[in-house]
């Protein structure tokens, strides 16, 4: 692989889990269930012993104790997993500072330029993957290849605690055998789509004629085709910007009273800007997120201009967004409330007259955010968020 790039895909195994059992060794070797308790908790993550049973991330839990009965349930504990997580990170910035991070527990990196120092992609997936068990307890499995697709194929060849490589030799025997729903992108229903004009597998994919594979997919044929062949120039992004920021919450129970659901929206609201802030950026988007009871989902959304990050503005948007959606569906039991924000940028000091109109505002929402750090997230509520 010397004149290729060098990509690694670093995925931990069953992270959550993972964490719970390295934390509490009585539940080593046990099927365990990371999730909600409630009527409406969803899967957060499996241990490979229930993983066995069919459990799997974002089933319900009441899905998921049916298929395993015996499984250790246990509520997820962000603030943790976001603590072992900085230190599998801190192992990836010592080989180099190309890290695209995915989510807590993986990340693609760039070491193309590291293999003067630490030898071969293979030397230093190793090394990783040690480092990341002697200081957290916990294992990672990591593909090697030349690009982030072949790599990201790869670290999922072997888990968990696997080490797999694609080199550029390899691409067509490996890929070729792989069903299409291997393949990010292609959703359930296109692949049924695809299945259905007899294609099965990449390689039937990366063979089939425009005349099968344009009315699939328009002018995305050509980057599919590219896509089974495994061809893929997309770089390792450092600094990606967050595209979106949002929060939301599913019911224990549907809520049809207006005013129960728009003090869940303000609560909704709050945190999302809360966490604005926490990032130190502003917004110039806000976005209403609506399920019914019927799994049936709707969103509303609303730019505005300057860009803001206070609670206020966020919350008076999306309320009106809501309202909004209730003049169209009045009496309609709702199972998930969501807010969100986009249209995202760094927090700069905005023009003279609108720092002027939000200083009062500004300055409740710092008081607010200090006493939650200091007193925990619950030691503070507005009126605006109350029942």
Sequence with gaps: MIDHRAILHVDMDA???????????SLVDKPVIVGGMGGRGVVAAA??????????????MREALKRCPHAVCVRPRMKRYKEVSQQVFAVFGEFTDQVEGLSLDEAFLD???SRELFGTPVDMAREIKRRIRERTGVTASVGVSHNKLLAKLAS?????DGLTVIGPDDVEAVLDPLPIRRMHGIGNKTAARVEEQGLFT?????RAPESVLWPLFGRDTR?????AAGVDDRPVITDAAEKQISSEETFDE????????????????ERTASRLRARELKAGLVIVKVRRRDFATFTRQRSFSPATQETRLITQLATELLRGWFDEQPRVAVRLLGVGVGHLAPAQQLDLFAAAEGAGSG????????IREKFGEKSLRRGSSLD
């Design 15 to 25: 992270f959550y889990a993972s964490v719970e059992a390295r934390d509490d060794p």
């Design 363 to 370: 300055k409740l929402d710092e008081a607010v955010d200090g």
């Design 156 to 160: 999922e060849m072997d888990k968990p």
């Design 111 to 113: 070491v193309t330029a």
């Design 202 to 206: 990449l390689g039937q994919l990366r």
């Design 47 to 60: 241990s490979y012993e229930a993983r066995r049973f069919g459990v799997h991330s974002a089933m319900p």
């Design 254 to 269: 549907d809520i049809r009273d207006h005013g129960r659901l728009c003090a869940a929206l303000a609560n909704l609201a």
């Design 223 to 227: 980057r599919i085709r590219e896509r």
